[in-house]
């Protein structure tokens, strides 16, 4: 099945610093989510970028298809920004496939 | 905005009790998945659900599992013998046809003692 791995596995920073989240995927997608697990262990969902570039706020997110790969990029970091992010992807092979989850980016933003 | 609801939020069983956790997805989605996360782990598919039966499943979707869209909005996911590895979030995701984007409701933590 495909694999997805994120990068860096967890990373420290001062609150207003800017981040890069990596996620690298083996094959090609139909889908491709970022999630922030919030602390009460919801999944909020950030971004749907199987493709292209996408803003909301101090958060955007690139993916590069073709060389399989997806950024997340988070802007003046804020203390509630703290949590795991997760980067998930669905195989284009058709059918209803469940998303694959990497293992997450565990990102603490100190005051 | 339309969103995926699951209850309970949270549900304490003993080992060797079935257990129910039900999801009511958004209204005009028609495909239906359950995803496991164990705490500290990352989070894993258990199995999807289109036209009334199971269009994929996993390893981890053994025969002590099963699901069940008992009538036009709810889908359930049932534990027929829980185990104290079934210990885990429970969440419920949605999506309709033709575009790939799931939404996931706030999850279930179910915990076996």
Redesign the interface.
Known sequence: GIQVEQSPPDLILQEGANSTLRCNFSDSV??L?W?HQNP????I?LF?I?SGTKQNGRLSATTVATERYSLLYISSSQTTDSGVY?C?V?DSGG??????????THLIIQP | EPEVTQTPSHQVTQMGQEVILRCVPISNHLYFYWYRQILGQKVEFLVSFYNNEISEKSEIFDDQFSVERPDGSNFTLKIRSTKLEDSAMYFCASRIPYAYEQYFGPGTRLTVT
């Open positions: 139909n889908n989510q999630f009460w262990g919801q999944l969902n749907y199987p997760f998930a669905e059918g209803a496939d469940g998303l694959t989850f990497g293992k997450g």
